[in-house]
């Protein structure tokens, strides 16, 4: 009989740490409506952003990171200076919608073309054109509300699937406070991108300082972490444009 009290009281302790079952979030009548109009707001919160950011990119197997110098604008503004460890820049890179020039002092050439798809990837590796580069730096997650929709909760938050044509759709995650944290776009069921934010910063609408990017069929991530930061300040329009230091080789993009 102790033996048996003792069992007893074993699988009471048991199942009484045992942690509570996961109940999906409560779907309030208008949420879907609140989480559309949570994205339109996203879109037209942050003009701008500055700092400085911490960015990891993962390629083909090989990694690379540094401490980086950003400026972004909208619609398709941006600027960064790579820095070294000590602090000085080793590569410059500018592009104001219509040019794209990058500096290497290291190797004293000075590039310059237009700033198209194909150009622009080249120094970032990534499948997005400038507007959308800086959309999604900015917030602003491109999403068609007028899709077919579907809402469903879960314990650690909400998603929105919008479906379109030719099997196409996107997933869009909040969590509990309504903040989108995730964008997935599909194919079929093939993940073709992801975007996530986190470490938010300020009350809503709050900023995320965090970015990471995702591109599976080139085996690409990459994270972006901002400190430093100052939103929504007119930034010059002559920051976003480079000239050849003196001396430099001058080379045509592509």
Known sequence: MRTLSIGFILLLLIYGCAPAPRVPLEVIPGLEDALVRQMQDNAQAFTSVQGFARVSVRAEGRSAGGRQVILVQEPNLFRTEILSPFGSPVMQIAADGIDLTAIVPGDGVFFTGAATFANLYRFTRL??????????MLYRVPFNPLLERELTSRHDGY??????????????????????????????????????????????????????????????????????????????????RLSPPRGYRIEPLP
């Open 127 to 136: 499948p997005l054109a400038l507007e959308e580069m800086v959309a999604l």
């Open 159 to 240: 998603l929105l699937t919008l479906h379109g044509a030719l099997d196409l759709r996107q997933e869009l995650f909040f969590d509990p406070r309504l903040r989108l944290v995730r964008a997935d776009w599909y194919e079929g069921e093939r993940l073709v991108f992801r975007a996530e934010y986190g470490d938010f910063l300020g009350a809503a609408p709050a900023f995320p300082q965090t970015l990471s990017l995702t591109v599976p069929g080139q085996d690409l991530e990459a994270e972006m972490n901002f400190s430093e930061i100052e939103l929504n300040a007119p930034i010059p329009a002559e920051r976003f």
